[in-house]
């Protein structure tokens, strides 16, 4: 049997064709158009936003109330310098949650207050390297260790107490994206470490209640921040005392502070704010008291036991100790020696810098035996010890 297709027919099955592939061509093209406003989203998203993404997540928590991250990058803070820093953490965290955000949110940046406790020591090792050692005292806290490489900087490891930025139960640095954005935070809120030129700086608490705001022309530096301007830009501690001449310094916590610095020459300092002035001393101990023109009252009681005990180790090794010394000299001043003083503070952590072989033994909560070691160079920068 013969099928027979008229011309009219045809012609119908022809413009049924020709409109069904015009359709075809439109919803590839919508398709192809929607893709591509899509990759330009995502690909500004990526310009805005990819070097924090990248160093949000590389946040891991390492046990409770401790995680570590890498910040590769530029971090704003060469922009902070620029427009004249800040003369308040409120200030310096309006800037951070701005630059880190794009301006998209603003975190609490309000900060815990309180006493805290601390000390630091230099020696050098029987092999000539250089070795600082730090105690965090105060209570219970989430922390961070900050391993940061910026694109106008020192690469440093430093440590930072999240609770100084406002996080509480409900916002830990492992749950939301957000939470992760906000921990980003911590690299301006540092409070010890070490850079690759092996310059250690630290941030003590003094036990006087004066604080300090200087105001003349210099840009604004608060504690946390001249923290991050030192490891990021100084090499030793004669770059460190200049680089900190050139600012207007401003307490944070509305309390007074000092710096311990140490470099790989050997030399160490108390970096402090009198009468509205910077001095510096010589000191291979620091603690809680003024060094500079101490007259036995600007400290607590237990300030001068921790110094006198650091003293007299380092005193009796001649100035020369291994590592292992330095721990126990730490675990002999620690806060479990000194039960119901101080409110109740714990020892939050303890660190072993060496300044030569640019690496630090971390020590969370007095658990002398399971650190963390955290190298400078490193891929693999934070390994938990066996």
Known sequence: MKMIVSEKELCISNEADSSSSVRHRKAIIALLVIAAVLIAALAGAWTMFGTQLTAAMTIEKLD???????????????????????????????????????????????????????????????????????????????????????????????TCNLDFLGFGEDGKPDGSMGDKFMALASVYAILDGMNEKGLCVAD???SHEEGVDQNTDKPDITIVSGLRLLLDKAANVEEALELLSQYDMHFSLGRAQHFS??????RSVAVEWKNGEMVVTDT????????????GTSGSGQSYVRFNTLTQRRNAAKGVMTAEDVRAALAAVAQSNFPG??????????????????????????????????????????????
Not at 72 to 88: I, M, P, T, V
């Open 284 to 295: 291979p101990v620091v603690t809680n008291f003024y060094l500079y023109g101490d007259d």
């Open 64 to 158: 409770d109330h401790l995680w570590s991250m890498e910040y590769k990058g530029d971090y704003g803070f060469d922009g902070f310098l620029e427009q004249g820093g800040a003369k308040s953490d409120a200030e310096m965290g309006d800037y951070i949650a701005s630059y880190l955000s794009h301006g998209f949110w603003k975190p609490d940046t309000s900060t815990a207050v309180g006493n805290y406790g601390c000390s630091t020591i230099a020696v050098t090792s029987p092999d000539g390297a250089t070795l600082f050692g730090r105690n965090f005292d105060w209570e219970e806290c989430d922390k961070m260790l900050v391993h940061t490489i910026p694109q106008n900087g020192y690469e440093s490891i430093a």
């Open 261 to 266: 610095l140490s470099d790989a020459t050997g």
């Open 204 to 206: 003590l608490m003094v």
């Open 341 to 386: 003083e101080n409110g109740g503070e714990k020892t939050c952590w303890s660190c072993v810098y060496d300044q030569l072989e640019l690496t630090a033994t971390f020590y969370d909560t007095e658990d002398w035996a399971h650190p963390y070691t955290l190298s400078l160079g490193q891929k693999d920068w934070c390994k938990k010890g066996e």
